[in-house]
């Protein structure tokens, strides 16, 4: 069956950097594009973006077209998704979905001093 | 940004009910293609998003079909009838026509 398993919880502080992974299973990888959504606490889902997984080719939304970066491992079947120079307004969670169906389990950022 | 409004923000109803949320978009969501993609989400308390309803008015696959999905253009309505206690949660939709797509700020389903 398709699975996305998202890499687990993490704390940093301002101005770190961390990469979230998301590795997928039960279909070709590069059968179809992966979405990033974000979800701040209490919130509700903001689209991010999306990466062409045949191209490697990223697509931000507005808001994330600073200090976010989607990436892939193709042979590993993998895409990521790397926060730089992290604020605490990205304290969120994070989660992978192909196909819009099909959606990572999430990954909660937390980002305090 | 194609802005979704969903209303009503929260809905209380009784097991068994009958209920409904509106979803409308600031533009068509016609595609070129000929195909309007709307879609309907559910998430449970922490879980993530569960889709529920494809390109308006299909269900995905071993969605009971207590759940239906209509409407056109710029108007579309989910429905959910003889309402379940695992029917509980907020429900979003989302459009993929336009880029960036974007979703509904969500409407929270409760128990009266």
């Known amino acids: 069956q398709i699975q996305l398993v998202q890499s687990g919880p993490e704390l940093k502080k301002p101005g770190e950097s961390l990469k979230i992974s998301c590795k997928a299973s039960?279909?070709?990888?590069?059968?179809?594009?992966m979405q990033w959504v974000k979800q701040a606490p209490g919130k509700g889902l903001q689209y991010m973006g999306w990466?062409?997984?045949?191209?490697?080719?990223?697509t931000y939304a507005d808001d994330f077209k600073e200090r976010f970066v989607f990436s892939l491992e193709t042979s590993a079947s993998t895409a990521y998704l790397q926060i730089n120079n992290l604020k605490n307004e990205d304290t969120a969670t994070y989660f992978c979905a192909s196909r819009v169906a099909y959606w990572g389990q999430g990954t909660l950022v937390t980002v305090s001093s | 940004d194609v802005v979704m409004t969903q209303t009503p923000v929260s809905l209380s109803v009784s097991l068994g009910g009958q209920t409904s949320i509106s979803c409308r978009s600031s533009q068509s969501l016609v595609h070129s293609d000929g195909n309007t993609y709307l879609y309907w989400y559910l998430q449970k308390p922490g879980q993530s998003p569960q889709l529920l309803i494809y390109k308006v008015s299909n269900r995905f696959s071993g969605v009971p079909d207590r759940f239906s999905g209509s409407g056109s253009g710029t108007d579309f309505t989910l429905k959910i009838s003889r309402v379940e206690p695992e029917d509980l949660g907020v429900y979003y939709c989302?459009?993929?026509?336009?880029?960036?797509?974007?979703f509904g700020a969500g409407t929270k389903l409760e128990l009266k």
């Open positions: 039960g279909y070709t990888f590069t059968d179809y594009a």
């Open positions: 990466i062409n997984t045949q191209t490697g080719k990223p």
């Open positions: 989302y459009q993929g026509t336009h880029y960036p797509n974007t």
